[in-house]
Nanobody, 124 residues
């Protein structure tokens, strides 16, 4: 019902910034909570940030709070992740996810749709 496509990843030096985008297409009738997860090589996927389908509440992992900002452009059906003060520990594949009428939970298995991911590499 929903296709998610991420973009904006790349190679950046420590302390730099990147802005990731996740464009949604397909069914537009239902509303979705949106979230970002990331996965480093050889490690499990972890929660990064999310907001509820109403756009009223946002949530961040402790490791990124104060450095990352999640936002949404309803006219473009796109969710963004602004990443500032990047650290080598932020390196990984970033994927976006959607849950119909979701509240923006950190729980991975709550989400219905997933993107293909975009690579973020932070060098030191």
């Amino acid at each position: 019902q929903v296709q998610l496509v991420e973009s904006g990843g790349g190679l950046v030096q420590a302390g730099g910034s990147l802005r990731l985008s996740c464009a949604a297409s397909g069914s537009t009738f239902s509303r979705y909570a949106m979230a970002w997860f990331r996965q480093a090589p050889g490690k499990e996927r972890e929660f990064v940030a999310a907001f509820s389908w109403t756009g009223k509440n946002t949530y961040y992992a402790d490791s990124v709070k104060g450095r990352f900002t999640i936002s949404r452009d309803n006219a473009k059906n796109t969710v963004y992740l602004q990443m500032d003060s990047l650290k080598p520990e932020d390196t990984g594949v970033y994927v976006c996810a959607a849950e119909q009428y979701g509240r923006g939970t950190y729980r991975l298995n709550s989400y219905d749709y997933w993107g293909q991911g975009t690579q973020v590499t932070v060098s030191s």
